[in-house]
């Protein structure tokens, strides 16, 4: 709703958007509490909506008539035509989604405005899903909507140019937040769910238009959709992270696989190969029952996403998936190589990859990465396995 | 960190084709490399075949391929970040090239600016 309005009144309005966006809400609340809900309630909505605006906008012209003498100009400007119907809405979530991913602004700051003004969260939910105060959150979001306003980015047009040039951020904040939530630092699962569900919405919004429709996007969409697939079999009922090998794959949402399937199939309309095809195939080979070549196909995707970009998190993946194709004992000296020393991480896959020929090792490379990480639940499931280890040396 | 283009040849032209299991164990190779944040660019492979290889040479003499008068050609070229020539040598070493007779050589590349 914040994005219709902004988009009719440009980014400048944007706190006069979210103020009628949550009075009509709280007027929703307090008419459906005694009302019940009405039978379209989105539309129910938009008409409240749209009856505040004018009232806005009547208050304003008043006042204006008052100071200036220019109320011909300024009525003109008060009564906007325009309509809340689907078409809008979905442009209007398209052009706000492209306004607040602003190469201006740091990813981070991208990604809690995202958070606040596409997915409607609270500073104390944004707070909670990175970790950090909600002064620090508030004080990020100040800065970013300040640069927001002051960049002249126009919202109500979706010009091809414009939307190409800033397409790449755009996904790539799409990414970022799908993985905020995908591999969160906090623990609470709904707001977990929360963000990954809300950057497959966004991503859908995406593949609405004809312009943002591509290769990439669906690329995109169908990595998010192969991973969304295994949020429930990741955690026990504790909140306990479990590891891929060990996952209850009838747990896996079948249907989440088959979408992402398609989109795959819609990425591959055109030449272009980026890294979210290769993270997709991945996560593709993933939800598929091990045969002899499974892992050699993902290993040689890896090989082919760390030439394209290099990070820590992929070398390490990378490595893992040579260990499944060769064995852990020829794994060792590749993994030695990478000499990420300061990553939990790192010490998880060498402890692994001990595990089977030289138990000391193991045990001193879990008992760093269970020094190194931050994660709480980490840390149980590492001291769990070298608990395991000790015994199985005893024996 | 320096920089140091390797610089593959092969004997025969008959190997340039690679089956995809030499093509999965180069790939390893270069996504050691990679994985080791040591690649600073993953460079190109250099066609041998007819058409693709021709050499120029004074008074506007062209011949086809570099084949005609010597054994080996470059068969394609990676640039690589390496503390030392020795460093770079040994990330050489594992290349599966050695397997069908090829050699690389390691040049420390001395950059333009």
């Known amino acids: 709703m914040t994005a219709v309005l902004c988009r009719h009144f440009g980014l400048k309005h944007i706190e006069t958007a979210e103020d009628i966006a949550s009075d009509t809400f709280l007027k929703a609340s307090e008419n459906w509490a005694i009302n019940g809900v009405p039978d379209n309630p989105a539309a129910w909505l938009y008409a409240v909506a749209k009856n505040k605006i004018k009232d806005y906008f009547k208050r304003i012209s008043v006042f204006e008539a008052q100071v200036k003498e220019v109320i011909k100009q300024n009525e003109t400007e008060a009564e906007p035509d325009f309509e809340f119907n689907q078409q809008n809405i979905s442009d209007s979530q398209l052009a706000m989604i492209f306004a607040v991913c602003n190469p201006n602004n740091s990813a981070k700051s991208q990604i809690c405005l995202a958070l606040q003004i596409l997915c409607g969260f609270s500073i104390e939910e944004i707070a909670n899903a990175f970790l950090t105060k909600s002064e620090t959150v508030k004080k990020c979001l100040h800065r970013a909507r300040t640069n927001l306003r002051n960049d002249n980015f126009q919202i109500q047009s979706l010009r091809k140019t414009e939307i190409q040039s800033r397409l790449d951020t755009v996904l790539k904040i799409l990414y970022l937040l799908f993985n905020e939530g995908y591999f969160s630092k906090t623990n609470d699962?709904?707001?977990?769910?929360?963000?990954?569900?809300?950057?497959?919405?966004?991503?859908?919004?995406?593949?609405?238009?004809?312009?943002?429709?591509?290769?990439?996007?669906?690329?995109?969409?169908?990595?998010?959709?192969?991973?969304?697939?295994?949020?429930?079999?990741?955690?026990?009922?504790?909140?306990?992270?479990?590891?891929?090998?060990?996952?209850?794959?009838?747990?896996?949402?079948?249907?989440?696989?088959?979408?992402?399937c398609f989109y795959l199939v819609n990425a591959t309309n055109g030449n272009e190969i980026s890294k979210y095809h290769i993270e997709a195939g991945i996560a593709y080979w993933h939800t598929t029952p091990t045969d002899k070549n499974k892992w050699q196909h993902i290993l040689q995707l890896y090989n082919q996403l760390i030439l394209i970009e290099y990070s820590p998190v992929t070398a390490l993946n990378r490595t893992f998936a040579f260990a499944k194709v060769y064995g852990r004992e020829k794994a060792i000296p590749e993994a030695e190589k990478l000499n990420l020393k300061d990553s939990s991480y790192y010490h998880g896959l060498l402890g692994y990859l001990y595990a089977e020929s030289d138990i000391d090792k193991a045990v001193y490379h879990y008992e760093k990465a269970a020094q190194l990480t931050k994660s709480r639940t980490e840390k149980q499931t590492l001291t769990k396995e070298i608990e395991r280890l000790k015994e199985e040396n005893c024996r | 960190m320096k920089e140091f283009a390797l610089i593959f040849r092969l004997k025969d032209a008959a190997d340039f084709q690679p089956s995809p299991e030499q093509m999965q164990e180069r790939m390893n190779w270069l996504g050691s490399i990679a994985a080791q944040n040591k690649l600073a660019d993953k460079g190109n492979t250099l066609l041998p075949v007819p058409g693709s290889a021709k050499t120029v040479r004074p008074d506007n003499v062209v011949t086809d391929g570099p084949y005609t008068e010597i054994k080996e050609f470059i068969s394609g070229y990676i640039v690589v970040k390496a503390a030392t020539i020795d460093e770079a040598v040994e990330m050489a070493k594992g290349n599966p090239i050695f397997k069908i007779g090829g050699n690389i050589e390691v040049r420390e590349v001395l950059k333009r600016d």
């Open chain 1, 189 to 260: 699962q709904l707001i977990r769910k929360k963000l990954c569900s809300e950057s497959v919405r966004l991503a859908l919004v995406l593949t609405e238009n004809s312009l943002t429709n591509t290769p990439q996007t669906n690329a995109l969409l169908a990595l998010m959709c192969f991973q969304s697939s295994r949020l429930e079999a990741r955690t026990n009922s504790k909140g306990e992270a479990i590891l891929f090998d060990k996952q209850d794959k009838s747990r896996w949402d079948k249907s989440l696989i088959e979408r992402g």
